[in-house]
């Protein structure tokens, strides 16, 4: 199960968010234990919580900058195609 569409919360396992990025469960458990360390996320039975979104952009790759980009111009052409035909 999972949520998100803007909100600070998700709810999901770690077992999912493993299957979803192609990675061992072990290495999601240790990035979401870092990362609560840190102050950026609190995790508890498959609810994770963002605290510091900031933070965790800056933590990131430059791949969510790019991903993020891309997904708001997807938004605009779609508002586009569907309202202002």
Excluded: P, W
Excluded at 13 to 26: D, K, P, Q, T
Excluded at 33 to 54: P, T, V
């Amino acid at each position: 199960m999972s949520h998100y569409a803007g909100s600070r919360e998700l709810l999901m396992v770690h077992e999912s968010i493993a299957a979803l990025l192609g990675v061992r469960r072990a290495g999601v458990t240790v990035a979401a234990s870092n990362l609560q360390m840190a102050g950026l996320i609190s995790y508890r039975r498959g609810r994770i919580s963002i605290l510091d979104r900031r933070g965790l952009q800056r933590r990131s790759c430059e791949c969510y900058r790019f991903i993020s980009g891309q997904y708001e111009q997807l938004q605009l052409e779609l508002r586009r195609v569907l309202f202002h035909k």
